[in-house]
DNA sequence: CTTTAACCGAGACGGTACGTCGTGTCTTAAC
DNA sequence: GTTAAGACACGACGTACCGTCTCGGTTAAAG
């Protein structure tokens, strides 16, 4: 996984050969914009963010963050994707339940203290506009959804699950649990909850 | 489950015995009031609802709706709840399985259509702040994560269920995966999640 | 001179014989009304003083504050001339000029300060409407500018004073050099100011 | 005279060396602002008159008005000042006594009719605030004033003029005649005040 | 000694305007 | 051609008062 996968992320597609004229995007300001989001965010809620306070804290014109990003949550999506950084792949594992359980747990780390809040804010912010929604999904939850999916499917077929299962469901139950207790009001996701999860969802799963 | 339940939708608390001075609350307002909000969320989302809008609708002042409710969020849920109307109490079922499996498909069905979306939007808006969130989440999912946690500890009693599994965490991935499904940009929820969703909230249950 | 010229001050006009049947107007409410007024004039100006904060600090509704006066600036002159109280009657003067001294000096120090600043802002207030206008002045300014006239005339006639002189015009120039002087945002009239002005109104009557 | 005196028309200030960065004010703007306050100023009040209405009228948002004018009666006076126009110099004249009327009757003849209402309404609005009567004062009143006075000071030299008489009090009679004459409810000045009032100015200050 | 009428306080009502904030766009000069 | 700066039209915010209304209650004269 990389978040090389954010569409506003990159400033030049991998196909773009021809030398663009006038001056080149600055990569400063790309990075001061995000940092800035970053540390607002410590401050502020998603909501309460602002793309002129962004624009302030980061010491560059609005016009330059509305040229690379068409919103706000955009700009955030981007922003934590950035902070969180480059995820290392997964190392193998001999069984399907045990990389589905290292899946799991790797996916709540992730989420702990203030980014799982934001995460959050951000999905919530996203449900007003299609177009925002794909764009957070897409960039941010697939990726999940699909590891997760393909980790089931091969169970399926070595035998460690049940076949009868839909795998998309269980996947919404999975994601969508840890997902809906953080919307629920949980601070943060507590021990019992990050221990339990992974044994229960497993017990959907096999035999 | 009824709408009694929510702060702002009865004028008078029931203790309130002391005389009332001055002008009463006018049920009229009130009522227009909510009803501007449900035909106006046929036509907009939550967040581009505005209280101006809301006020102009139900031919109100915007002091009125401010008397009354702290925020849009607060009314938009008033309105929701109003419109769903009370809901008549659960036949009595022969099996816990049995009745969780109507406490479900009657939740799916309170959320078809229009009512989804809307009721995903609240639940979204409600994130920026603590209160509201709170006002939301008890208002609305408490009492059917409730229900179900009671019919679930009744299985684990009665020797439907196994007894392992944690309650809150059941009940966690089987609201949070509608929950989910609808925030990840399903317009509504199809025939295979309202089917399937039972057959494997049991299948986590039971033996 | 007396303020009960005033419309809205005294609750029965003269020829008012037959009892009025209901409960009758309570002198208590527009004592403290009239109270509140001035108190509050001492923290606020006659445009940042709202009907509600009279209310409130009177202890008193705001129909009754309606019921009696049409406005504001109503309750504002009522409330300046039950300050001022009953001005006694003036001392014979032996001459015309004599008299017009004591008059203006009188005047001047009626609205020495407060009094003065306040005076000017309900004339100012006053100005926005056709019938407020008239209020303030028909039950302020005129019966100054009356008598002033009439000790002019008198004057003229007796030989102290010019007969070309245009009496209304003189009347003007003496009491507008007086608001005029307030109106320019000097706090209060100064010394010179106020020996200086009975001098020179002399001057343009006599010879 | 010249409407640069005022604070809020002019862009920039005449010491601005350094090359102000950004969008630029727009004239256009400014100029329906100004508009938009004069034509309305033909159908309402000063008091009546609304920054939200200003801002409809001249197709401009109301942050472009609070941007440049502190308050309403800064507009107003501006746009009155602007609406005037520059005032050419007068000619000179033989004595200072022709002076003194060509410059009163020069004053009277720019608040005939709607005018002088609006002027008087402005220096009403502008008694509540101490800056804004400085505003009102300063870029109006101030330069009359100082014309007169100086007039005077050189007709008391020159012989003309009673050399005893306070030239800063025969300043308030004449200017406060007219504006307390208008105060009082009269529309317009009269031909009788119009013709008689420079008569009874030299009066004061000849022999 | 009850009825009736006008008053009173409290406070909710439909409105209007306030002054502020944020949006996304546009227009400069600088690089 | 991009950038920082910042003005622009617009829309909504939440608040303050306006003047009106609707309650329960009081106070006195009339019946």
Same mark, same amino acid.
């Given at each position: 996984?990389?978040?090389?996968?954010?569409?506003? /992320?990159?400033? #030049? #597609? *991998?196909?773009?050969?021809?030398? !663009?004229?006038?001056?080149?995007? *600055?990569?400063? #300001?790309?990075?001061?914009?995000?940092?800035?989001?970053? +540390?607002? $965010?410590?401050?502020?809620?998603?909501?309460?963010?602002?793309?002129?306070?962004?624009?302030?804290?980061?010491?560059?014109?609005?016009?330059?963050?509305?040229?690379?990003?068409? &919103?706000?949550?955009?700009?955030?999506?981007?922003?934590?994707?950035?902070?969180?950084?480059?995820?290392?792949?997964?190392?193998? #594992?001999?069984?399907?339940?045990?990389?589905?359980?290292?899946?799991?747990? !790797?996916?709540? !780390? =992730?989420?702990?203290?203030?980014?799982?809040?934001?995460?959050?804010?951000?999905?919530?912010?996203?449900?007003? &506009?299609?177009?925002?929604?794909?764009?957070?999904?897409?960039?941010?939850?697939?990726? /999940?959804?699909?590891? $997760?999916?393909?980790?089931?499917?091969?169970?399926?077929? &070595?035998?460690?699950? +049940?076949?009868?299962?839909?795998?998309?469901?269980?996947?919404?139950?999975?994601?969508? *649990?840890?997902?809906? +207790?953080?919307?629920?009001?949980?601070?943060?996701?507590?021990?019992?909850?990050?221990?339990? =999860?992974?044994?229960?969802?497993?017990?959907?799963?096999?035999?």
């Amino acid at each position: 996984m990389s978040n090389s996968a954010m569409k506003y /992320h990159e400033p #030049s #597609s *991998s196909d773009d050969q021809e030398k !663009r004229r006038g001056r080149p995007r *600055s990569e400063t #300001s790309k990075k001061s914009i995000l940092n800035a989001v970053n +540390r607002l $965010l410590l401050l502020t809620s998603v909501k309460d963010l602002s793309i002129e306070a962004i624009a302030k804290k980061a010491g560059v014109g609005k016009t330059t963050i509305y040229r690379w990003w068409p &919103n706000k949550v955009a700009v955030v999506l981007d922003a934590l994707l950035y902070q969180l950084g480059n995820t290392p792949a997964l190392p193998t #594992s001999a069984t399907k339940a045990e990389a589905i359980t290292n899946q799991l747990e !790797r996916f709540m !780390r =992730l989420l702990k203290g203030k980014n799982g809040k934001i995460l959050i804010e951000v999905m919530a912010e996203a449900q007003a &506009n299609e177009e925002t929604l794909t764009l957070f999904y897409e960039n941010f939850m697939l990726q /999940h959804e699909e590891t $997760l999916a393909n980790l089931i499917e091969d169970g399926k077929e &070595n035998g460690e699950f +049940r076949k009868e299962i839909s795998t998309a469901l269980a996947v919404d139950m999975i994601y969508g *649990s840890i997902v809906y +207790r953080l919307m629920s009001g949980a601070e943060t996701l507590d021990q019992d909850f990050t221990t339990n =999860l992974p044994l229960e969802a497993l017990n959907i799963l096999q035999k």
